[in-house]
């Protein structure tokens, strides 16, 4: 079975410029999370959806919005591009949102803005 | 609010040494603790988890006790090898967020052969 995927994996933009991020859960899981990964720390979560719903947002900018599609796939974007977000971008899913579901993280999309 | 603390790498260690990385946590609920491992070029993956006081969760040789009365979560290995070079995330999650994970700085071990 496919692991969670996330494309692109590496990607160059420039400040004030526009990003969209995507994600594909493993088949069956119907929780999406986006974690962002600063050099040097750990995760921070951004948003998690489940069944298309969102049902948790870190302490991002409004620059930062996600959505999930009805096959369970997601997309993260971000708007108005700055230099402090560039790190990598983490997607996990689970099969539910509980604490007992365990999360399956992708590779990651690394982002370098310039 | 929630948070993990874990100890600054990196760790390096010959192959067979013992293996401790620290980790300690406050949490305003009741948590479940982890332990994820990130290897070179890799996604996060799962080490261990505990999900109560006193559990001990393993894995692969790896073991960690949640201490309830310490607030911590302590990762040990009895005899390191050099696949065993990552860096290891502690992290937490409180039943009232789902599995929405609180993860610590993380540790770089690197072990010599």
């Known amino acids: 079975d496919a692991g969670v995927t996330q494309s692109p994996t590496h990607l160059i933009k420039t400040r004030g410029q526009h990003v969209t991020l995507r994600c594909s859960p493993i088949?069956?899981?119907?929780?999406v999370s986006w974690y962002q990964q600063v050099l040097g720390q750990g995760p921070q979560f951004i948003f998690q959806?489940?069944?298309?719903?969102?049902?948790g947002r870190g302490n991002f900018p409004d620059r930062f919005s996600a959505r999930q599609f009805p096959n369970y796939s997601s997309e993260l974007n971000v708007n108005a591009l700055l230099l402090g977000d560039s790190a990598l971008y983490l997607c996990?899913?689970?099969?539910?949102?509980?604490?007992?579901?365990?999360?399956?993280f992708g590779n990651g999309t690394r982002l370098t803005v310039t | 609010g929630n948070s993990v603390t874990q100890m600054e790498g990196p760790v390096t260690l010959s192959e067979e040494a013992f293996l401790t990385i620290n980790c300690t946590y406050t949490?305003?609920?009741?948590?479940?603790l982890f332990w994820y491992v990130q290897y070179p070029g890799e996604g996060l993956q799962l080490l261990l988890k505990?999900?109560?006081?006193?559990d001990k969760g393993s894995n692969k040789g790896f073991e960690a006790t949640y201490r309830k009365e310490t607030t911590s979560f302590h990762l040990e290995k009895g005899s390191v090898q050099v696949s065993d070079s990552a860096v290891y995330f502690c992290?937490?999650?409180?039943?009232?967020?789902?599995?929405?994970?609180?993860f610590g700085a993380g540790t770089i071990l690197r072990v010599k052969s």
């Open positions: 996990a899913s689970s099969m539910e949102d509980r604490v007992d579901s365990p999360l399956h």
């Open positions: 088949s069956g899981h119907k929780s």
């Open positions: 959806y489940y069944e298309k719903e969102e049902r």
């Open positions: 949490a305003t609920g009741y948590p479940s």
């Open positions: 505990a999900t109560k006081a006193d």
């Open positions: 992290a937490l999650s409180v039943r009232e967020y789902g599995n929405k994970l609180v």
